[in-house]
């Protein structure tokens, strides 16, 4: 009949779109929105930074590296990680297109058979503009809009079958993100309480973190009805 059909096709065609997802979706250790770690040279850790400069930072204005790290030895450290930063968010911007540079904050871990994940919660697009041809200082800015990590969410529901979105978040976003990012960290440990040993500690670091594939992968599961 013809609802039957109708049917089989959204079966099969949400299957195919489910299979396509999977294959775009690294969820592999190589994949450091899932397993990060950090980095000799290339993540700036920012929970020790000057906290007015970091509040000011976090609500979206432009700040200097030496503002953030105004002691001396901690400045010449905290430059040099941002050079890095810097060179790794250019370097994947030409070559592949993407802007991969981010603040991150929270970090969501579980026990898992093989590797412990370490997946951050929120993401903030972050941009460095070096402040001189010499590169011995950088401004730092944050994208206005942040989301909560889709590699995450993806992985809680491919793993565990737990449907948490964006949408789950949307309330506390829209009323400023990481100015609430303890009350999201208290909702997702309760979205994700069945799974054991899920926690969330308190982590604010910048770094490059790419997910190239993460628009076709939005397209494929927004697009049911036209694929259909």
């Known amino acids: 009949t013809g609802l039957g059909f109708q049917g089989s096709r959204s079966h099969l065609v949400a299957r195919a779109v489910s299979g396509w997802v999977d294959q ?12 990060y770690k950090d980095l000799t040279r290339g993540t700036l850790d920012l929970s020790g930074a000057d906290i007015t400069s970091r509040e000011r930072l976090l609500a979206g204005r432009a700040v200097r590296c030496s503002r953030l790290f105004p002691a001396p030895d901690n400045r010449a450290d905290a430059v040099r990680r941002a050079l890095e930063i810097y060179k790794k968010i250019k370097e994947l911007d030409e070559e592949r297109g993407v802007n991969a540079g981010y603040v991150v904050a929270g970090m969501a871990t579980w026990r898992e058979d093989r590797k412990t994940p370490a997946a951050p919660v929120l993401l903030r697009v ?14 730092l800015t944050l994208d206005d809009e942040e989301i909560v990590n889709p590699v995450l ?10 449907n948490i979105t964006q949408a789950s978040f949307g309330d506390l976003l829209s009323d400023g993100g990481l100015s609430n990012s303890r009350l999201i960290y208290d909702r997702l440990r309760k979205l994700a309480a069945d799974i054991p040993g899920f926690s969330v500690s308190d982590r604010l670091v ?9 628009p076709m992968v939005e397209d494929l599961e927004e697009s049911g009805e036209l694929l259909r």
Not at 24 to 35: A, I, P
Not at 126 to 139: G, I, K, N, Q, Y
């Open 206 to 214: 910048a770094g490059t973190f790419t997910y190239a594939k993460l």
């Open 126 to 139: 972050l941009s460095l503009v070096p402040t001189s041809a010499a590169r011995d200082d950088f401004e």
């Open 153 to 162: 969410l993806y992985k809680l529901r491919a793993d565990h079958h737990l």
């Open 24 to 35: 775009l979706t690294d969820l592999s250790g190589r994949n450091t929105l899932l397993y």
